[in-house]
């Protein structure tokens, strides 16, 4: 074959081409059950890490049990779907439907003979997807912890979101007005306030400094997020 003619450049473009598409192919099925570990993994450390247990990726999977003694999928109305593992909702295309026709998973864990109760969260920043994980006090009004990240915030400004010093502020935070009163009239979440919440104001938390829209989107995603256990819990007093 001639190797200055156009058709062998042709053919060998379409080999070559070929051949990377094969090796890509491959080494992508061959790494994809470590990458479905990997983000199980994370996803169970940041569960655990709500409710104060500091674990490495690694280990969290060993030690969830241990903790998370109840995960369960919740219909709108509070009752719980028994054919759903709550750990496979995937909130991402769960939200895009219709409220009633949603999946709402809960975790509940026991740590040091505390029962607490984990809501997971998921939105959209300013420029791409938020999420994290809420967890409540036995009390079901008290937040005990808080975990967020983020796709492509700003860094520096909304990324931000993904730091201790703001995460921790939610911290003591209630999300009613009256204890054990879990209506939607009583319900009045917690919110990020922009310029710095007043001392004493057990709703509201220091917003992100010139990440004001991404601290806007992080509270309507907790409150959008948070109004749908409400059944859930006024069921469960």
């Given at each position: 074959?001639?190797?200055?003619?156009?058709?062998?450049?042709?053919?060998?473009?379409?080999?070559?081409?070929?051949?990377?598409?094969?090796?890509?192919?491959?080494?992508?099925?061959?790494?994809?059950?470590?990458?479905?570990?990997?983000?199980?993994?994370?996803?169970m450390?940041?569960?655990?890490?709500?409710?104060?247990?500091?674990?490495?990726?690694?280990?969290?999977?060993?030690?969830?049990?241990?903790?998370?003694?109840?995960?369960?999928?919740?219909?709108?109305?509070?009752?719980v779907?028994m054919?759903?593992?709550?750990?496979?909702?995937?909130?991402?295309?769960?939200?895009?439907?219709?409220p009633?026709?949603?999946?709402?998973?809960?975790?509940?864990?026991?740590?040091?003979?505390?029962?607490?109760?984990?809501?997971?969260?998921?939105?959209?920043?300013?420029?791409?997807?938020?999420?994290?994980?809420?967890?409540?006090?036995?009390?079901?009004?008290?937040?005990?912890?808080?975990?967020?990240?983020?796709?492509?915030?700003?860094?520096?400004?909304?990324?931000?979101?993904?730091?201790?010093?703001?995460?921790?502020?939610?911290?003591?935070?209630?999300?009613?007005?009256?204890?054990?009163?879990?209506?939607?009239?009583?319900?009045?979440?917690?919110?990020?306030?922009?310029?710095?919440a007043?001392?004493?104001?057990?709703?509201?938390?220091?917003?992100?400094?010139?990440?004001?829209?991404?601290?806007?989107?992080?509270s309507?995603?907790?409150?959008?997020?948070?109004?749908?256990?409400?059944?859930?819990?006024?069921?469960?007093?």
């Amino acid at each position: 074959m001639n190797t200055n003619s156009n058709s062998y450049t042709f053919i060998f473009a379409i080999v070559l081409v070929t051949v990377v598409a094969g090796l890509l192919a491959f080494t992508a099925i061959k790494l994809k059950p470590k990458q479905e570990e990997n983000v199980r993994n994370e996803k169970m450390q940041s569960i655990l890490t709500s409710i104060g247990v500091e674990e490495s990726r690694e280990h969290s999977g060993k030690v969830f049990d241990k903790f998370i003694k109840e995960q369960i999928a919740l219909k709108s109305d509070g009752t719980v779907d028994m054919e759903v593992d709550a750990f496979t909702i995937n909130l991402k295309n769960e939200i895009k439907k219709d409220p009633n026709q949603q999946r709402y998973p809960l975790y509940i864990a026991d740590n040091d003979g505390k029962k607490m109760y984990i809501i997971p969260l998921f939105g959209k920043g300013l420029w791409d997807d938020i999420w994290g994980y809420i967890a409540l006090g036995e009390d079901k009004n008290t937040i005990i912890g808080a975990v967020f990240d983020h796709k492509g915030e700003t860094p520096g400004l909304g990324a931000e979101i993904r730091e201790s010093w703001f995460e921790e502020q939610f911290t003591g935070k209630k999300i009613f007005t009256k204890p054990n009163d879990f209506t939607t009239n009583n319900f009045v979440c917690v919110h990020t306030v922009k310029g710095g919440a007043k001392a004493g104001d057990e709703h509201g938390v220091d917003a992100i400094s010139g990440g004001t829209v991404t601290s806007n989107k992080l509270s309507q995603m907790i409150e959008e997020r948070m109004k749908h256990y409400l059944p859930y819990f006024q069921k469960n007093k």
